[in-house]
């Protein structure tokens, strides 16, 4: 088959990620020596930092700060850099082209119980990323909303669309079209599923359209939704399961004896 081996340079290091792909046949082996080069750096300050914002892991305060080439987005793809932060961040080992970077605040820890959740409290788009050890400065005065918004996501019969291989995200888009918020349903404890709840906070004002995407799922897209400031708004989403959708099944053979099925 065809496979794609990605090199990750050492935490720390202003290097890019090295990716190649090859195509195997029974037999045969292949050496291939990564050497990294040198990527770009996006920093800056984060100012109107506050303690009070929903933690990203316990006992820990700030935000997390990533950046997307700009024809991606959370829904869609890996971004190209990531850090966690509190009053100066630096993403480093870009790839040179034109970023979408965004300040969250969240809680991304199961253990804890919280949902797996960010809410942007500020973004920059179409920043540029240069190669090379190039530095862009990217400062950030950050809007910590007041607004949450929580509900269910369930399944045309009204039972929670949770499984440990079903886990329901929400994307909450602003009027741009940029992810303001993510949120995935949570599970009320390590083995109860039952709940099919979801939660965001730190949320501001204004017109939003969310996406909700499940395994075995029809996607549910531009749902529109208005949050007043200070509000605690509850929206419970319907999905329509897999008997609406198509499917691919086949078997797994190895030279020539069927295997299994999928």
Partial sequence: GTYRFVCYPPAGYDYLKQTVQYAFVAGTNINHNFTFTLGGTISGSITNYSTSISQLSPGTSGYMVFAF????????????????????????????????????????????????????????????????????????????????????????????????????????????????????????????????????????????????????????RDYAITIQAGEYKTVDFTLLTSTETGSVRGNITYTGTKTGTY
């Fill in 69 to 220: 080439p700009n024809n991606l987005s959370i829904e869609s793809g890996e971004p190209a850099g990531m850090t966690w932060a509190a009053d100066v961040y630096a993403l480093r080992g870009l790839p040179a082209g034109v970023m979408d970077v965004y300040v969250s605040a969240g809680n991304f820890d199961y253990a804890t119980g919280e949902p797996n959740s960010l809410s942007v409290v500020a973004a920059q788009y179409n920043v540029t990323s240069s190669t090379a050890g190039v530095t862009s400065g990217v400062n950030f005065n950050v809007s910590i909303g007041s607004a949450s918004l929580s509900g269910t996501v369930k399944s045309q019969d009204g039972r929670p669309i949770f499984t440990p291989d079903s886990q329901p995200g929400i994307f909450i888009f602003n009027t741009a079209g940029k992810v303001a918020a993510f949120t995935r349903v949570w599970q009320k404890s390590a083995y109860d599923y039952s709940s099919g709840d979801f939660y965001l906070n730190n949320i501001s004002a204004g017109d939003y359209r969310a996406t909700v995407l499940a395994k075995n799922c029809l996607p549910l």
